[in-house]
């Protein structure tokens, strides 16, 4: 007997966005049924003539006026009823970026779009809480085995940054003084001889990415374990 099918096939967005100690992520207001005025991520249908990363970003952009060149995909989305139209199945994608590196601008069948703390969250629509979740612990695993928020500092930073960026996503005290010591003992970041000073407090010294060692570490595979106070 011949299988039956009448499925279409959507993308999600994922964007997170870190700065000043707080994690977001980016949502629109759908401006159409279903779900009407409701919170949702950015994404929709894919294409006949197009790919599932050009669909991605071609939602993101349309919906709310941000390009990211590189998404990560974190899992598909498949249960019969997700969505009252049709059957969908939903291929999600996720990063991470800064937001005032952006100009949010909502367009096509998004009303709004908007930053939320990933803490204070209206309700979502379809399963987008559930796509939230996924992509909030696959982003904690993530930093378990490669450094991927470097680029969410400046290009001189207080080791202090790096420390707050890792407990903000992690949402938990790590051991500053292990998580110093792994971080120095890969090479991936550099002293520079350059002074931080804040108000009145400590002065601290700044560090520097190394992209070169980075890259090395990548093609032969670390991993380095973060201890939780």
Known sequence: MPAIQNIKVAVDAVVFG????????????????????????PGGLVRDDESLETAVTRELKEETGVKIDY?????????????????????????????????????????????????????LAFDHQTILNIAKERLKGKLQY???????????????????????????RIDRRNFRKKILSFEIV?????????????????FKFNHKKYNQLLKEGFHFEIKIV
């Open 18 to 41: 870190y700065d000043e100690k707080q994690l977001s992520v980016l949502l629109i207001k759908r401006g159409v049924a279903p779900y009407k005025d409701s919170w949702a991520l």
């Open 71 to 123: 998404l990560e995909q974190l899992y598909t989305f498949g249960k019969p009823n997700r969505d009252p139209r049709n059957r969908v199945v939903s291929i999600s994608y996720f990063g991470l970026v800064r937001p005032n590196h952006f100009k949010i601008k909502a367009d096509t069948d998004a009303a709004e779009a908007q930053w939320f703390d990933v803490n204070n969250l209206p309700e």
């Open 190 to 206: 550099e002293e520079t001889d350059k002074i931080y000073q804040q108000g009145s407090g400590r002065p601290a010294k700044l």
């Open 146 to 172: 490669q450094p991927i928020g470097f680029d969410l500092l400046n290009k001189e930073f207080p080791f202090s940054d790096l420390e707050n960026l890792y407990t903000t996503i992690l949402e938990q």
